[in-house]
């Protein structure tokens, strides 16, 4: 006997107690709790977004469309940033102004590669205010996983409104399983010694959040 | 399950050795105290707690109860998505696939992010026994692996240690396995992190093979979900070229809705956050992003004896948040190697006896390592009523009956006047005369008197072994911890 069909048959024996329970999925959950927390207007959502990034120790910035080219070089130019990696869709007029290389994302660098690279610069898929979290899914203004995860400053670029949703179960409406997704709050953290915070451990130690658009 | 650490004294006595190390005690009680509180102003920020908590264990109970076609369903859709999956009856079988897969790479080397099963099944062991290095890579983990230890809580393993003693290890062995701790590294946090960071980073650039547990597995896309803070888990599961994750069978939820309830109680429940730094979400391999090479391994190793027991079968709804350690009394004075187990605390009480049986001395005296006070209960985000359980487990213990063993049916003999017995009723007594341990759940009197062990002996005996039991130690914590907080000699 193969080690599924033991493992299976286990199951079944397991459970041949039990009643049948013909209830489908649909009925045995009761989904009595809330698609998203209080009330809120579009802009107090992402003023919520702000909020709560910032106290998961993101740096947050706001500006307008055509403010962000500025606003990208001057945050790169701070960070000591000689080099940036951008993803192939992200729109070429957002770094325009920065006095940097930029380094694309290619499927035939290296992890060592990567390490050399001060920055990177993304978009993102969804970003949830309650929660104060960015989720990456991939997309071309995204790109590999691992971009956003070697190089120690990463700049995240959130469309306002559009892309801000209030809570977890509204961002999962929002998302794409087949894709692959990294949920993102604040930079990377531990509290393994004596359960004191430091940022910055194995993924990107600043993270920067620009809300871009809206007023 | 073979992750029963060897030579293990049963709960009692580890436990009373450990209440008399009062560095021990006081690094426990400084890190339980703190993220319980943290915990409950997380929790009551979400006014649907209640409903959320709720559905989290029908969820749960559901899936269970549907377990083979959820499983089958996995399967079908982790192998569309481009992924290989294999099941484990056992320990041996999981870790026979894992080393043959890892073989087959031609590595030597593989970096792991903290995943309980493959510590429960002694996976670095088994693998290290094969000429495979398994890198642990979570800041605590590497801790406890550097310092040649055993975790001692499930989210925080190094819990057991203070600052002072992190750098000491770091210091004396960083060097024998990679790049040594810089020679002036003192004993703040950040430059410990940053010292993990660096001795860490060399491994993950090269690393062509990586290992991981998962928190969730959604059956209906085949996605896998793992919750972390550092880092360290998106480095293994992104960069190596070949990714294995073993998963036991319970942590499947059916569907990608279903995650809008864990991922709302998983982290205010286990780190107290609205949510932790990282969560990644991978479906099979995905084209040029990521591994090319993805085995999910299915992993049983006694958890079918589990779902085969009608009381003790809630303990599958598990989701590893640690947050019933956090309120234990029992756990805050025991520390967690005292369970002789890598499930510590109340969740480690009623799941290492079933999934191991309550054969040997540590199994059977884990029922009785609680005081019934119920504050696990309430803490537990999937509602399993943990002290229902250990009664439960407490009579099997002393009365024996049917029970499922490796997928048979058994009747298993009373433990009367066995080993087992001597030390299942020690640490009842251990657990019943600590007076803060009783303190501390107040609830006591009313919740638990339907509990309370019917078949614990007359009281006069249980209750009075304990007159030689160490009194306090007599430096309070407070102090203790002034003492060595500021203090740079490393005072103990
Ligand atoms: S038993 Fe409940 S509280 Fe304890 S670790 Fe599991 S889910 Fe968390």
């Known amino acids: ?100 290389t930029l380094v694309q994302d290619l499927a035939a660098s290296t992890a060592p590669e990567l390490d050399e690279v001060d920055s990177v610069v993304t978009g993102c898929a969804v970003a949830v205010a309650e929660t104060g979290t960015i989720v990456l899914d991939g997309s071309p203004d995204q790109g590999r996983r691992r971009i956003t995860l070697v190089p120690d400053h990463h700049v995240c670029v959130v469309r306002v409104p559009d892309q801000v949703v209030p809570s977890v179960p509204r961002a999962l409406e929002r998302l794409d399983p087949a894709r692959p997704l990294t949920w993102i709050s604040g930079p990377s953290a531990t509290s393994d010694i004596e359960l004191d915070r430091v940022e910055g451990v194995h993924g990107p130690r600043t993270l920067e959040v620009v809300l871009l658009g809206g007023s | 399950m073979s992750g029963t650490f060897v030579g293990m004294p049963a709960f009692p006595r580890a436990a009373r050795e450990a209440v008399r190390d009062t560095t021990l005690r006081g690094n426990l009680r400084h890190a339980t105290r703190t993220i319980r509180d943290k915990r409950a102003r997380a929790v009551a920020e979400l ?18 109860r549907h377990l083979d076609r959820y499983l089958v369903q996995v399967e079908e859709a982790v192998t569309a998505a481009g992924g290989t999956v294999h099941w484990a009856a056992d320990a041996d079988e999981a870790n026979e696939i894992v080393a043959r897969l890892v073989e087959e790479t031609g590595e030597s080397e593989v970096v792991k992010v903290k995943s309980m099963a493959t510590q429960e099944i002694a996976l670095n062991e088994a693998l290290e026994a094969r000429g495979v290095h398994a890198y642990e890579t979570d800041l605590a983990e590497l801790i406890v692996q550097l310092g040649k230890d055993r975790p001692s809580h499930i989210l925080v393993p190094a819990i057991h240690r203070n600052r002072g003693e992190i750098r000491d290890i770091f210091r004396s062995e960083m060097s024998e396995w990679g790049r040594p701790a810089p020679e002036n590294l003192t004993d703040t946090p950040a430059e410990l992190a940053e ?82 730094p990282y969560t990644s979400m991978w479906t099979g391999t995905t084209d040029e992003d990521g591994p090319r090479t993805f085995h999910l391994v299915l992993l049983d190793n006694g958890r079918t004896d589990t779902l085969a027991d009608e009381v003790g079968r809630q303990a599958l709804r598990c989701i590893r948040c640690s947050a019933c350690l956090n309120v234990c009394p029992v756990y805050e004075r025991a520390g967690g190697h005292a369970y002789g187990s890598v499930y510590p605390g109340p969740i480690g009480a ?45 009579e099997r213990v002393v009365q024996g009956g049917p029970a499922v063993r490796g997928g048979n049916r058994v009747v298993l003999k009373p433990a009367k006047g066995h080993a087992a017995e001597r030390a299942a009723m020690r640490a009842a007594q251990w657990a019943f005369t600590r007076p803060g341990a009783l303190r501390a759940g107040q609830r006591l009197a009313s919740r638990t008197r339907r509990l309370h062990p019917r078949t614990l002996p007359g009281p006069g005996r249980a209750w009075s072994g304990s007159r030689d039991l160490p009194a306090v130690p007599a430096e309070p914590f407070r102090d203790w911890w002034q003492r060595t907080r500021g203090g740079k000699d490393g005072a103990k």
């Not at chain 1, 910035?61 to 790169?76: F, I, N, Q, S, Y």
């Not at chain 1, 993803?87 to 007029?93: E, I, R, T």
């Not at chain 2, 006014?47 to 269970?64: C, N, P, S, Y």
């Open chain 1, 1 to 100: 006997m193969s080690s599924r069909e033991r493992v299976l048959g286990r199951v079944r024996r397991a459970l041949a107690d039990v009643p049948a329970d013909a209830r489908p999925y649909e009925e045995a959950v009761a989904r009595d709790y809330l698609r998203e927390h209080g009330q809120r207007s579009v802009a107090e959502t992402v003023d919520l977004l702000a909020e709560n990034l910032a106290d998961y120790r993101a740096i947050v910035h706001r500006c307008a469309e055509e403010e962000l080219p500025g606003l990208l070089a001057r945050l790169l130019s701070a960070h000591g940033s000689r080099t940036v990696v951008v993803p192939p869709g992200l729109p070429a007029q957002w770094t325009a102004a920065a006095d940097v």
């Open chain 2, 350 to 394: 009623i799941l290492s006896p079933q999934l191991r049986g309550t054969g040997s001395e540590i199994d059977a005296s884990l029922p009785y390592a609680s005081s019934l006070c119920g504050a696990c209960y309430e803490v537990c985000p999937v509602a399993i009523d943990i002290p229902e359980v250990l009664v439960h487990l407490r």
């Open chain 2, 47 to 64: 006014d649907d707690w209640a409903a959320l908590r709720e559905a989290g264990k029908q969820i749960k109970d559901h899936t269970l």
């Open chain 2, 195 to 276: 010292a993990a960071r660096l001795h860490l980073r060399e491994k993950f650039l090269r690393a062509k093979v990586g290992i991981s547990g998962a928190n969730f597995v959604v059956a209906e896309t085949g996605t896998l979900v793992v919750v972390e803070s550092e880092g360290n888990g998106r480095m293994c599961l992104t960069l190596p070229e070949t990714l294995i994750s073993v998963v036991g069978i319970e942590k499947i939820v059916p569907r990608w809705q279903d995650l809008e309830v864990f991922l709302q109680t998983l982290p205010r429940s286990s780190t107290a956050e609205r949510m932790n």
